[in-house]
């Protein structure tokens, strides 16, 4: 306890279960004297985190993410900070009754590894209560780019055969994550991917010309011109 003047003081709480409490402020001279500010202290369960969705997004930002977890304080009796692969979110929006789940708006990030979600909650006095999980992380990543297709014809029957698949060659593109959609909501089998460039078995389709447009899950598309 640190007595900074006749009518206030600084002390370093010791540890307890989670709920109001008493504070009491005992002092000793001829006789000991309280004084007592009842429920005047919240102590807050540290938060856990036990899963985010989505697990990756747009590196421009302004997406809307779900954390899920424990012991999630509501937003007018504290101050909640998330972080996502070590960049601040934008803004908590909203967490539910039951403090096991929130939502958050992404901020612009570099594209980059996978990196920990970190809630960390504070009461109206400095301190807080701090969670982090890295088995449930967040990655930014940048939109996919598409540069060029090749070949730019083919049967109506689909790839049937192998001499049928399309190279598409662009940036961005993620294993697991990512679709191709020859004109609108036909969609093509990968059969080989990297970051760079792809291949695909187109389905079957009607004669005419159609746009490829590659999708990354929660990032961003391409569309080839």
Do not use: C
């Not at 004297?33 to 747009?58: C, D, F």
């Amino acid at each position: 306890v640190n007595v900074t003047a006749p009518n206030s003081l600084t002390a370093v709480t010791g540890a307890n279960v989670a709920g109001l409490g008493n504070v009491v402020v005992t002092t000793f001279g001829v006789a000991a004297q309280n004084g007592v500010l009842v429920n005047g202290y919240t102590y807050l369960a540290s938060p856990t985190v036990t899963g985010i969705n989505p697990t990756q997004g747009r590196d421009t930002g302004g997406q809307t993410v779900t954390i899920t977890g424990t012991n999630f304080p509501q937003l007018a009796n504290s101050t909640t900070l998330v972080q996502l692969a070590g960049t601040n979110v934008t803004s908590v929006d909203s967490v539910d009754p039951t403090g096991t789940q929130m939502t958050v708006t992404t901020a612009a990030a570099p594209a980059g590894p996978p990196g920990v979600v970190v809630v960390t909650t504070f009461t109206t006095v400095p301190g807080g209560s701090q969670a982090s999980n890295a088995f449930n992380s967040f990655q930014y990543r940048a939109i996919p780019t598409v540069t060029t297709f090749s070949p730019v014809m083919g049967p109506v029957t689909g790839g049937t055969i192998p001499a049928h698949d399309v190279v598409v060659n662009g940036t961005n593109f993620v294993p697991g994550s990512t679709t191709v959609e020859f004109g609108a909501g036909n969609f093509g089998t990968i059969v080989a991917i990297n970051a760079t460039q792809l291949t695909v078995t187109p389905p079957a389709h009607a004669a005419g010309a159609v746009n490829i447009t590659v999708t990354v899950t929660s990032v961003g598309s391409a569309t080839s011109a």
